[in-house]
């Protein structure tokens, strides 16, 4: 293995932790592994640095080693930890527990786990403060309200004698992070702090993250598979693949000008804003991250890589300077082409300029769907309604997309319950080429089951375990009346339409990986020929790399056969990459909608406007007008009077957004919005907003307000 | 909270109803006439028509249905058909004795079970937790009167530590070292089933949040050990615990008849062993009804501990 004590080193006068050839091994029952091997990186005070890979890279598993919490099997093998000098790696277990939260301190995931759910939030902080500060309660109590004030908490008194589960995530997160910034650590250590939450509420704790990195001056690993999110808050990053790191070096350098085709690869598989909607392919990277028992020899990447040359696969090639404050481990450094030049050779047209509108194919009119809330005591029944959806229209043209887009809470998949039967709409219709369709599956024919089809997020539940890929899409076939004799043949040819070899057919979803389950779940889908999918959410749960190819496979098979989708998402990026139209929900009711290109444009509705300016992107150029939205989706059972977005809209005009239910504007084209606010003086507001879709094609890049 | 407990009581009352009908429609199926029991089998015709007018036991089945349970409630359990005897003064002597011991083995096998649950989830798949988990499936496994036997065979015939017969004077004072060294055995004997599955549920679900991200949390903000074991993790975990430990308290109950019977000890369990032998139907009733009180009494109470320990369920 080829010694890379190279590392970048930031601007950052003194370095809070120096890592040098960290290798970490697993005992396993076939010996050990390395998850991470020989890897090096130093932060500095005040510094930022954005640990970025898939799943499986070994990023989180570095970080943890770093500070010495391995599981039961896990080990540190080589290398050398400083924590302002200071070797973490010759403590005692004793030394290392007064080091864990209060020099070093680490937020996870999720925060609706990461606090302890029966004891109330302001005891867990103030813990803390007791143990490393030695404070008496009274004073451990203060210093809790003083960080909770400090992460901008609303009301911390309430807030602290709350428990976990009466609070929203992100509010949670917030307590995380007060609980973590109470000693004042010299390292904190976020591990994918935002994954799992909603794009308005991420977009509050990055900044929240990035005011504490000028207030109290610590030192941040951030650990995210999300490179928009590392452009956000970030000063360097570093690239992890298999357990090695790749590239390393100043945000803008890796941004701009990726010296490593790994890192490359991962920029192009994520939908850029720039490409307009779904002209162009994403990026894949052929194959899968290597087994950490069947590394390849030499270079780890090479046999994914499309500039690999026989050398490549002699020796591991080591980290190199390749400009200042920049490395990679690429041994053809110098040949790596620009993102622009990359971007020309793998990206095709793919969708031919289309005419007008064909026929209509589904249409959604006035879908209500409210449940009764669950009753509080034995004599007091609860008349009130949860609405989920609350009259909502939409529909969807044959081999089009319609993309649905919201937090959580908008009512984006009970809608697509509705359409497919599922849930039986409290009021409303569904259509399906103009005749109604039964509200539930159980009144609609049989044909009518086969034309409407579904993908789910969460392709481990949706494909049972004990049935082989054949049999799962083998099913919907003979449910609709292929012969027998034909299914094994017509599987086949599902399985190649969505790039699976035939060895897949006998496969058990266990041994599939999270995107092969998604492919077979899409083939399923396929199998029963449908008119419209309905795709919930379906590549949410993907790495970035598996989430383009799955963006491509949908796109080339609409191409072909003509299948209209709903694509419903959180994520705008893959939601104007995909559609053709957009309808953007909030609280169960649409706010905007239309064509892709004008939704996407100003003028926005004041909702789409504040989501887009939460989206991360991945270019550290991209400085982007901070909307935000305060606190968090209202209740759906008391859903706000008048406008339902008043309660937390940046464009609030005064008592007509309380008292009035707005009116539906219609604008230039296809293109409806629905606020107070008319098309003129919502252009003139936004004059400086982001655009994010062209209508032009080729046309380059984003407009960004400075 | 109020209305949580409200609403439980609520269905406590309807449980307890439901099974006074199905306790007094079995003691109308129970094979046998009451009044040849009662009289003998010589007694004639005459003397038998007697007595089943004088209790009553000619009317129809709902009248004696609806007088038995209205009177239950007031306080007036009968008379007991064998002795003689009150059988509410009976039955809460009775009571206050079968209370005592499972108190003894109440208070010897819950922190017991517990603290080898803990352990043993603490020190998975080591040999401690080997031990404990094999240990107590073999428990769980064996019926009283095995492990009564054995207990006796080793610690009363052999050792010779404890007596083996509970024969106790029903009204026998208990603080008192005659008294408690009988309770030992006995308590020890129904202790042991439910002794393991408490291990078991212990273990399983304090290994459950080990693996909490919480758990995680707590140690890296430099908690020490038996800090977050006791602090963050036994809370939580202890939340199945304590509906297996109410649970348990009816097989506590049924572990009475066997064990009681066993070691001569003069409890509820004996009590009821003995009215059924005798076919005295009001001493059946009243056993049985107190039984049941005790059960969803128990049940109730775990119930409250458990919206008291988890607060997502008390605020609901």
């Known amino acids: 293995m080829a010694t890379t004590t190279e590392t970048t080193t930031g601007r950052g006068s003194r370095n809070v932790l120096e890592i040098e050839g960290l290798s970490v091994a697993y005992r396993t029952e076939e010996g050990d592994i390395f998850p991470v091997r020989d890897v090096s990186l130093t932060i500095g005070k005040g510094e930022s640095f954005g640990l970025v890979g898939e799943s499986g890279s070994g990023k989180s598993t570095l970080a943890m080693g770093a500070i010495r919490y391995l599981p039961a099997n896990g080990r540190v093998t080589a ?133 504490l990195k000028q207030e ?49 690869n991962l920029l192009g598989c994520v939908p850029h804003f720039s490409l307009g909607p779904r002209r162009k392919t994403l990026n894949t990277i052929p194959g899968f991250i290597p087994r950490l028992d069947e590394l390849p020899e030499g270079c780890i990447f090479a046999p994914r890589c499309s500039l690999a040359e026989p050398e490549c696969r002699v020796a591991q090639p080591p980290l190199v300077r390749a400009g200042e404050d920049h490395l990679t481990a690429c041994r053809r450094w110098p040949v790596v082409p620009t993102p622009a030049e990359h971007m020309d050779t793998i990206t095709a047209d793919l969708m031919q300029a289309r005419g007008e509108a064909e026929n209509r194919l589904l249409e959604a009119r006035d879908v209500k769907k409210y449940y009764p809330v669950p009753a509080q005591g ?76 579904m993908v789910f997020q969460n392709p481990d539940a949706s494909l049972n375990p004990r049935q082989t890929v054949g049999q799962s ?107 053709d139209w957009v309808c953007v929900a909030y609280l169960g009711c649409a706010m905007e909608w239309g064509d892709a290109g004008d939704v996407l444009n100003p003028p926005y509705h004041p909702y789409t406007e504040a989501l887009l300016s939460a989206i991360p992107i991945p270019d550290p150029d991209v400085i982007q007008k901070n909307i935000r939205l305060e606190g968090s989706v209202p209740s759906a059972v008391d859903i706000p009077p008048g406008c339902r977005f008043h309660t937390r809209c940046p464009r609030f005009i005064g008592d007509i957004c309380v008292e009035e239910e707005p009116p539906w504007r219609e604008g230039e084209g296809d293109h409806w919005i629905y606020c107070h606010h008319t098309f003129e003086t919502l252009v003139e507001m936004q004059k400086e907003t982001l655009r994010l879709a062209d209508h032009d094609h080729g046309s380059p890049g984003v407009e960004v307000q400075v | ?109 819950v922190p017991l079970g517990i603290v080898l649950g803990v352990v043993a989830a603490i020190r998975r798949n080591s040999w401690v937790d080997h031990v404990i988990s094999v240990g107590s499936l073999a428990f769980i496994g064996l019926p009283e009167f095995v492990t009564g036997l054995l207990l006796i065979a080793v610690f009363a015939l052999r050792l010779d530590w404890f007596p083996s017969s509970s024969a106790i004077p029903p009204d026998a004072a208990f603080f008192d070292r005659h008294t408690l060294e009988r309770l030992v055995l006995p308590a020890l004997t129904i202790s042991l089933v439910s002794l393991a599955y408490i291990a078991r549920m212990t273990r399983s679900s304090t290994v459950e949040v080990l693996g909490m991200d919480y758990v995680r949390t707590a140690y ?69 009804m107190v039984i049941v009180v005790i059960f969803t009494m128990a049940n109730l109470l775990a119930d409250i501990l458990y919206g008291y320990l988890n607060p997502r369920i008390r605020f609901r």
């Not at chain 1, 930890?81 to 030394?95: A, H, T």
């Not at chain 1, 030192?219 to 970030?234: K, M, N, Q, S």
């Not at chain 1, 809608?415 to 159980?442: D, K, N």
């Not at chain 2, 129809?60 to 005897?85: H, I, K, N, P």
């Open chain 2, 220 to 288: 890296l903000k430099g908690l020490s050990r038996s800090r977050v074991i006791g602090r963050h993790v036994l809370r939580n975990a202890l939340l199945p615990t304590v509906t297996v430990v109410a649970i348990g308290i009816g097989w506590l109950i049924g572990g009475l008849i066997v064990t009681e019977s066993l070691f001569g000890f003069p409890g509820i369990g004996r009590l009821l062993l003995f009215g059924i032998q005798r076919r005295d139907l009001p001493l059946i009733q009243a056993t049985t």
């Open chain 1, 216 to 264: 109290f001056d610590s030192a941040i690993l951030y650990i995210t598979h999300d490179l928009g999110v590392v452009a956000r808050v970030c000063d360097r990053v570093g690239v992890m693949y298999a357990g090695e790191f790749m590239e390393q070096g100043a945000i803008r350098h890796l941004f701009k000008r990726p010296l490593h085709p790994y890192t490359l």
């Open chain 1, 79 to 211: 290398g050398r930890v400083l924590l302002s000098g200071r070797d973490l790696l010759s403590l005692s277990g004793k030394e290392m527990r007064s080091v864990w939260g209060s020099r070093v301190a680490v937020v996870y995931q999720s925060p609706g786990n990461a606090l302890n759910p029966s004891i109330r939030t302001g005891n867990q902080i103030a813990e803390v403060a007791r143990i490393h500060l030695g404070m008496s309660k009274q004073e451990a109590h203060q210093r809790m309200l003083e960080m909770l004030e400090k992460v901008k908490m609303p009301d911390p008194e309430s807030v602290a004698r709350r428990y976990p589960h009466q609070l929203s995530g992100g509010m949670l997160q917030r307590c995380v992070v007060a609980q973590a910034m109470v000693t004042n650590p010299e390292l904190l250590i976020l591990d994918e702090p935002t994954t799992a939450l909603d794009v308005t509420t991420q977009a509050v704790v990055l900044d929240l993250v990035a005011e």
């Open chain 1, 473 to 579: 899409i083998g099913r919907p076939l003979a449910l609709f009346g292929t012969p027998r004799g034909e299914i094994p043949g017509r599987v086949l040819e599902l399985l190649e339409a969505v790039h699976l070899s035939p060895s897949y057919y006998r496969r058990l979803p266990s041994e599939l990986s999270g995107g092969e389950k998604q492919r077979v779940a899409i083939a399923r889908a396929f199998a029963a020929e449908p008119d419209l999918i309905l795709c919930d959410e379906p590549i949410a749960s993907l790495d970035v790399s598996v989430q383009g190819s799955l963006m491509n496979l949908l796109t080339t098979l609409q191409a072909e056969k003509g299948t209209s989708y709903l694509f419903i998402s959180h994520d705008l990026s893959a939601v104007q990459h995909l559609s």
């Open chain 2, 1 to 109: 909270m109020l209305s949580f407990i409200v609403r439980r009581l609520g269905f406590m009352v309807l449980t307890l109803i439901l099974a006074s009908l199905l306790i007094f429609a079995a003691t109308q199926i129970l094979p046998g006439d009451v009044a040849t029991m009662v009289l003998g089998r010589f007694a004639t015709e005459q003397a038998l028509d007697n007595f089943r007018g004088e209790m009553g036991l000619n009317r129809s089945l709902v009248v004696q249905y609806g007088d038995w349970l209205f009177s239950f409630v007031q306080g007036d359990w009968g008379e007991s058909l064998s002795t003689r005897a009150d059988v509410r003064d009976l039955v809460l002597e009775r009571l206050r004795n079968s209370a005592m011991l499972a108190l003894v083995a109440f208070v010897m096998y």
């Open chain 1, 378 to 453: 034995p004599f007091r029944k609860d008349k009130r309604k949860v609405k989920s959806v609350d009259g909502m229209t939409i529909w969807i043209d044959e081999g089009r997309t319609l993309g649905l887009v919201g937090e959580s809470g908008s009512g984006k998949t009970t809608m697509a319950r509705t359409i497919i039967g599922l849930v039986e709409p409290t009021e409303g219709t569904i259509s399906l080429r103009g005749e109604v369709l039964g509200p539930t599956t159980r009144s609609r024919t049989r044909d009518v089951l086969r034309r409407i089809q």
